[in-house]
């Protein structure tokens, strides 16, 4: 028997060697799961209460709340030709690709995605599965079509919006009908557009503070793609939840203002980091890998400084970024950024969890919360590669059909 496979009113008790809740290590412990939600979180070690139907994952184990990666695009099909073949496919073959990369992400122990950025609003669909199915897909955090200049960056997803405030407003208010959670405004220009620079903007600040009281006003969170320093201050100041990127390059390189970067810390502002990527075995060029580590030179500033750090990964958008890639993310966030392996953990669960939103549902073990969660073979806290060793996922209290991995308990 497994969760979700028979009366809803069953009571199941998960038992780990190891809890990790979000936010600090609990010990050995056992979470207890009914009706979709974490009904209770015993680290007393008591007997399992009468009734319950028992899942020993074993002492080695480790329980923890499911990941959540606060960036990806579903759309893209994790190839060096993302946009291209986005632009080359109907909505039909678009949408199926997004369902099996959601189910991808979820069959890794990433049970919440945002989506920021997909062709006609497609997520909303991917969206309206995973509430009806969700052994089947993530959460998704669905933004639609990023708000961008004509002909600005990732144009070709249909977002394209003129300055003028009318404009800006009807956009918003265009994404709230249709039922999306977060706008994304494309604040400055990126990597993946023909004749777009990451370092230029492409919204001023008057334009800037338009969306964000519109969005605000309809009860919708806000996301800024900066990369620029004049991007990224712009956006700050405009007030927006969340920064992505905030990479702070430049015509010529990459310049991590201090003054800017306490701003930042201090406003409270989600950050974004784009972190994680497979192992490629191919060197970087020399300047390639100059910019790679003065970049994760600004992002450990941050972080020193007090911000906001989430695993936003931008998984989909290269061959490198597949959908399942966060548990990387986590693990550069411990290593080269700086971050502890607590800390690492927060970013992709409590803490991306508020960022998404969803801090009173997700991203914790408990009492309440929905039963997202995850089981891994050995202590992500001390060892986040621990993460890539996936026992056992949770969506909703429903089990989650893993592919079988030799020596690794499947679900039973």
């Not at 999306?180 to 405004?185: E, M, T």
């Not at 701003?263 to 989600?270: D, K, L, N």
């Not at 192992?279 to 941050?302: K, T, W």
């Amino acid at each position: 028997m497994t969760i979700g496979t028979t009366a809803s009113n069953v009571l199941w008790a998960l038992r780990a060697g190891g809890l990790f809740d979000g936010e600090r290590v609990l010990g050995p412990g056992m979470v207890l799961v009914e009706d979709g939600k974490i009904k209770d979180v015993d680290t007393s070690g008591a007997a399992p209460p009468e009734g319950a139907v028992v899942r020993d994952l074993g002492a080695s184990s480790w329980l923890l709340p499911g990941l959540i990666d606060t960036h990806v695009h579903l759309g893209f099909d994790a190839t060096n030709q993302a946009a291209a073949n986005l632009m080359a496919a109907d909505d039909s073959i678009v949408l199926d690709n997004m369902r099996a990369a959601a189910g991808k992400a979820l069959r890794a122990g990433i049970t919440t995605v945002r989506d920021l950025g997909d062709r006609n609003y497609l997520s909303l669909a991917v969206r309206r599965q995973g509430a009806d199915c969700p052994q089947d897909g993530p959460h998704v955090v669905a933004a639609g079509p990023p708000i961008t200049t004509p002909a600005g960056h990732c144009h070709f997803l249909g977002g394209e919006t003129t300055g003028s405030p009318q404009a800006l407003r009807a956009a918003v208010r265009d994404r709230y009908e249709r039922g999306s959670d977060v706008v994304k405004v494309m604040a400055s220009g990126g990597v993946m557009t023909a004749g777009s620079s990451p370092h230029q903007q492409q919204y001023g600040l008057g334009q800037l503070r338009v969306v964000v009281e519109e969005a605000h006003r309809f009860g919708l969170q806000t996301v800024a793609h900066v990369h620029g320093p004049d991007s990224i201050a712009a956006a700050l100041e405009a007030g927006f939840d969340t920064l992505e990127h905030v990479t702070f390059m430049t015509a010529g390189g990459v310049d991590a203002d201090p003054y800017l970067v306490e701003r930042i810390a201090a406003s409270g502002v989600f950050v974004g980091t784009t972190v994680g990527a497979l192992p490629s075995g191919q060197p970087l060029s020399a300047a390639a890998d100059v910019r790679r580590s003065v970049i994760n030179q600004a992002r450990s500033a941050l972080h020193a400084a007090g911000a906001r750090l989430t695993a936003g990964t931008d998984a989909g958008i290269a061959s490198d970024k597949p959908h399942d890639v966060l548990p990387y993310g986590i693990a550069q966030l411990a290593g080269p950024i700086g971050l502890t392996p607590l800390e690492a953990l927060r970013a992709a669960t409590s803490t991306a969890a508020h960022a998404c939103g969803l801090e009173r549902s997700k991203g914790r073990l408990l009492p309440g919360w929905d039963a997202d969660l995850l089981a891994v073979h050995a202590d992500p806290t001390t060892d986040p590669t621990a993460l890539r060793r996936v026992q056992a996922v949770y969506r909703a209290g429903h089990p989650v059909a893993l592919p079988h991995t030799p020596g690794e308990a499947g679900l039973r």
